[in-house]
């Protein structure tokens, strides 16, 4: 099967959610107090920031199509990305956060509170393979996420395509693109914190996709971010 040229994927702004549960855990509450339902948290103001960083860094890149989760805070990142730039959007629902079943709203302390069992048997099996009451585990999304990407790749081979998603997606995208076994996705997911508005890539080298760039957030940091290379301007696919 034909491969992407270049793929990437952009983590959501900050959103209210990620403020309130962060001040949540740091705070040792067992409840993460957030209005809306997941799919209708909104960015922060800060997040509409970074999402502005991201158009910058975007600028004058060749892109081909975007895919967007249907979540508000994905559509609002991509809408202010790509304002102007005329790249196809679509969103598609494959793409939405990890579904948490019962765990929803609850910290970490919360879980081993008031759900202890469910805390022992996430333990045991592992993120993985983990599938909260009502939820999903990473298996489940990868299931998704191998649907979507299949027919980006048949739908636009060759492509230059940037999905706008979440923390998680960005992992298995990962775990994907570069043919991860479980014990490496682990390890990479225990090192890093996926950045809001960060940037990971791949790029086609040798018939496959390569890693680019991971958890990238240099172009939050500057007010101008150019293409890295003349061919990401105007060269032709491969």
Not at 33 to 43: G, K, N, W
Not at 136 to 156: M, P, Q, T, Y
Not at 194 to 202: F, K, L, V
């Amino acid at each position: 099967m034909e491969q992407l040229h270049w793929l990437a994927v952009v983590r959501h702004g900050l959103s209210t959610g990620n403020v309130t549960a962060q001040d949540a855990e740091t705070s040792g509450a067992e409840l993460i107090d957030i209005p809306e339902r997941d799919a209708d948290v909104p960015l922060a103001p800060a997040g509409r920031e970074q999402a502005e960083a991201v158009g910058r860094h975007l600028a004058g890149r060749r892109l081909d199509l975007a895919v967007v989760s249907p979540y508000r805070r994905t559509r609002q990142t991509a809408e202010i990305a790509l304002a102007g730039s005329g790249v196809p959007v679509v969103v598609d629902e494959r793409l939405r956060d990890r579904e948490l079943g019962v765990l929803d709203l609850l910290t970490a302390r919360g879980v081993r509170a008031r759900l202890p069992d469910e805390a022992r048997r996430r333990e045991r099996l592992g993120k993985f393979y983990y599938r909260p009451p009502g939820g999903e585990s990473w298996a489940d999304v990868l299931l998704r996420l191998r649907a979507v990407l299949r027919e980006i790749r048949e739908d636009h081979p060759g492509g230059r395509v940037v999905l706008f998603a979440h923390e998680a997606t960005v992992l298995m995208v990962r775990y994907l693109a570069e043919h991860l076994s479980e014990p490496e996705l682990m390890e990479l997911a225990r090192g890093s914190t996926i950045a809001n508005c960060s940037i990971s890539s791949w790029r086609l080298t040798a018939g496959r996709l390569e890693p680019e760039l991971f958890n990238a957030v240099d172009h939050l940091h500057r007010h101008d971010a150019p293409p890295t290379t003349q061919e990401d301007v105007n060269a032709e696919p491969v």
